[in-house]
């Protein structure tokens, strides 16, 4: 029998079937076991092969899964390419949120839909004031109506939309509010079509109340900071979550905004709308834009005396 399977070996090797082939064969003298394997059969790759007795016996096996990452030397490459791949995008994960917390800043805080209207909104105020003074009267009343829909948009979307909320977006909507008016009147100031005494009062609160803001900033930092990113800070940082300062500077809490202030900002921008609109077709009359501008100075006072109220008894930040 020993002698049949030689002949049978050298037979093989002689025909250049390849080492596992014959390695097989040799193993099935070692235990003595029969030769019931073909070639085929040895090329099986999901079958395994044990020595019953009388011979050899093929039985099909389930592909290697990965469970819970626990890892075995069964596992096939491309389940230890996924399980590498998943540790490797948890680690860039966290250090993603450590970025942040050093930064103060995060994309998906930043980059919200109502946050883009309200920059969008700040960057317009000057381009239109130029049209304005360039008397591009067409642009100006249509950019202005559009800036003013974007008012009440970003705040509607911040309200309805999940995860549209941010502390930077209760900065930032009221920051290109007054960008956007201060340009607006003060062009329409120069064109001579606002009086001068209702352009002083609207931009001098806007510039009173932005100048309250930064030195409040600065007065929570005690006067230091380590860079411009720790003073607009927008994140809390998990060591300030659990209590401790982590050496960070505490993230700037959110404005909240009253009535009367939204109100003066309709009127604000319906004055400079109709100032504008005086200049281009001469309509509505004159009389009109200086009584308009006179109630919108009277709310700009009340909407300043009542923010200056409530910061003192500590009713403006949340």
């Known amino acids: 029998r020993r002698t049949l399977v030689c002949e049978q070996m050298s037979a093989i090797l ?10 097989a064969l040799s193993s099935s003298v070692v235990k003595g076991g029969a030769l019931e394997l073909g070639l085929a059969g040895l090329c099986s790759p999901n079958k395994v092969y ?19 990452g626990i890892w075995s030397p069964t596992r ?22 450590i970025e942040e917390e050093e930064a103060g800043w995060s994309y998906e805080k930043a980059c919200t839909i109502p946050n883009l209207i309200s920059f969008a909104r700040l960057v317009s105020g000057p381009c239109l004031g130029l049209c304005i003074t360039h008397d591009m009267w067409s642009l100006a009343v249509g950019g202005t109506l559009v800036a003013g829909f974007s008012d009440w ?43 001068p005494a209702v352009c002083g009062i609207i931009i001098g609160r806007d510039v009173v109340l932005l100048s309250g803001a930064f030195l409040h900033r ?28 982590g050496g960070h500077a505490p993230a700037a809490p959110m404005v909240k905004p009253i009535f009367i202030s939204k109100l003066n900002t309709v009127f604000q921008i319906g004055l400079v709308v ?17 009584g308009l501008g006179y109630v919108t100075a009277a709310t700009t006072l009340a909407s300043g005396a009542i923010y200056i109220r409530m910061y003192a008894k500590g009713q403006l930040l949340t």
């Not at 929570?220 to 209590?243: A, P």
Request: hydrophobic residues 30%; glycine residues 10%.
């Open 153 to 195: 948009l970003d705040g509607y979307l911040a309200k309805r939309m999940k995860n549209q909320e941010s502390s930077l977006g209760s900065y930032l909507d009221p920051l290109a509010d007054k960008v956007l008016v201060t340009c607006l009147t003060a062009a329409s100031g120069l064109k001579g079509l606002i009086d």
């Open 50 to 68: 044990s020595n019953s007795g009388d011979g050899f016996a093929a039985s099909s096996v389930k592909p290697p899964t990965y469970d819970n």
């Open 218 to 245: 600065a007065h929570v930092l005690n006067w230091r900071w380590k860079t411009w990113q720790e003073y607009f800070r927008v994140i809390e940082t998990s060591e300030t979550n659990r209590g401790g300062g």
């Open 274 to 290: 109709s100032a504008i609109s005086h200049g281009a077709m001469s309509w509505p009359d004159g009389q009109f834009v200086s």
């Open 76 to 97: 096939t490459s491309r389940h230890i390419h996924a399980g590498r791949e998943r540790e490797n995008e948890a680690q860039r994960d966290d250090e993603r949120e």
């Open 14 to 23: 002689l025909k250049g079937v390849g080492r596992a082939s014959l390695l």
